[in-house]
Nanobody, 121 residues
């Protein structure tokens, strides 16, 4: 069965960096696009970044463009989100997802359980 497990979240000061990982299993990793979404307290889940199945194309939310980088390692069946220059507004639960390349949740069919990222001022 498909399994997506996020890790790497934690508490960091504003301006700091974190790298999230999403370990995928139960399906051919290279056959699906992957995405990152986040949900802040009291808000809806929103798009952060996505990467195509071959890793050639990426897309980012305007709010993270230039600060976050999504990548994937086919040998490890893992997707990453490198987050730099973190802001308090980046505080959220971060989710990875498997599906079709796109910015909306409807593009994705399977989700991880999420990892908490807290940015302090």
């Amino acid at each position: 069965q498909v399994r997506l497990v996020e890790s790497g979240g934690g508490l960091v000061q504003a301006g700091g960096s974190l790298t999230l990982s999403c370990a995928a299993s139960g399906y051919p990793f290279s056959k699906y696009a992957m995405g990152w979404f986040r949900q802040a307290p009291g808000k809806e889940r929103t798009f952060v970044a996505a990467i195509t199945m071959n890793g050639v194309m990426t897309v980012y939310a305007d709010s993270v463009e230039g600060r976050f980088t999504v990548s994937r390692d086919y040998a490890k069946n893992t997707m990453y989100l490198q987050m730099n220059s973190l802001k308090v507004d980046d505080t959220a639960v971060y989710y990875c997802a498997r599906g079709q390349y796109g910015r909306t949740q409807s593009h994705y069919t399977d989700w991880g359980q999420g990892t908490q990222v807290t940015v302090s001022s």
